[in-house]
């Protein structure tokens, strides 16, 4: 390692600017989705196995929440347009725009060129929990989601049922798809429940235990007609370890409820991005 210059305190000194202000984005009409969401009637659950991965569809307009049941339990949640998959969550913009952890008023983002709100959380029973001494907090959008590639890279076996190989099995047979087909359409996740953060010595990613009790829930609002994907990770509260058979793990219920006729007003689904796409040609 380099000696450190005489001005290194100067520098570190410097405060930071935050790269996306995003004061001017589209604000969630969370009142009128609340408002909404009184007296909406389920119309379709799936309940996701433990160490599993489930698909479900969510119209547009409705409102789908991801359950906690039976003991504390975190989940690995891709979505995508129900009739283009190659649009789908943006995890990366997602934390751009909103920050490490999302909570309710903020949305969920789709790939480029469409850049537009996929889904808006209204409700999360966890919302209490903040970030906590080591720098943890729930529901990120900075893990990618536990795969057998890295479990061999760093334990040379072929674990099978890691959210990775959990939701490309489930995308194949929603979808009618081959496994080859359907893997690359398996995306970066929004990690449901799990406790995360940085440490702040070595920058590395951790997980701890979850605070999630069977009953807690996260909801969201359907901006565009969803294909959700969720995997009830191996991991069970990541408490101590994912990519094996070890820890307790538990299922996850989702609901879909339908908002009575005309309680959304005058709602539109979001436009593409306004992007020309010329990009300088």
């Known amino acids: 390692m380099c000696d450190a210059p005489k001005d290194a305190d100067a520098r570190r000194a410097v405060k930071p600017v935050i790269c996306y202000p995003n004061e001017t984005l589209p604000e969630a009409p969370l009142a009128l989705y609340q408002a909404a969401r009184d007296g909406a009637q389920k119309v379709a659950e799936t309940l996701v196995p433990a160490r599993d991965a489930r698909c479900f569809e969510v119209p547009a307009g409705h409102f789908v929440r991801i359950t906690s049941v039976e003991g504390p339990q975190v989940g690995d949640l891709n979505f995508w347009n129900l009739h283009d998959l190659s649009e789908r969550f943006y995890s990366g913009k997602t934390r751009a725009l909103h920050g490490t952890h999302v909570t309710t008023g903020e949305r969920l983002w789709s790939s480029f060129p469409t850049l537009r709100p996929m889904a808006t959380i209204v ?12 720098g943890g907090s729930v529901h990120d959008v900075i893990g990618t989601r536990c795969d057998p590639y890295t479990s061999n890279l760093l334990n040379e076996n072929q674990y099978h049922y890691c959210c990775h190989s959990n939701l490309t099995r489930a995308l194949a047979d929603h979808m009618g798809l081959s496994l080859v087909e359907a893997e690359p359409h398996v995306h970066d996740v929004l990690n449901v429940f799990m406790c995360t953060g940085f440490t702040r010595d070595t920058g590395q990613y ?56 005309g309680a959304l007003g005058e709602w539109t689904q979001p436009s593409a991005n306004g992007y020309d796409r010329t990009h300088g040609r």
Not at 207 to 234: H, R, T
Not at 237 to 256: G, K, N, Q, Y
């Open 123 to 134: 409700a999360d029973t966890l919302g209490w929990y903040g970030i906590d001494e080591f």
């Open 206 to 261: 951790f997980m701890k235990a979850s605070p999630v009790q069977p009953g807690d829930y996260l909801e969201f609002f359907a901006e565009i007609d969803l294909l959700g994907g969720l995997s009830a990770c191996p991991g069970g509260d990541c408490s101590a370890e994912h990519s094996s058979d070890v820890a307790a793990c538990h299922p996850l219920l989702v609901e879909v409820f339908e908002p009575k006729a």
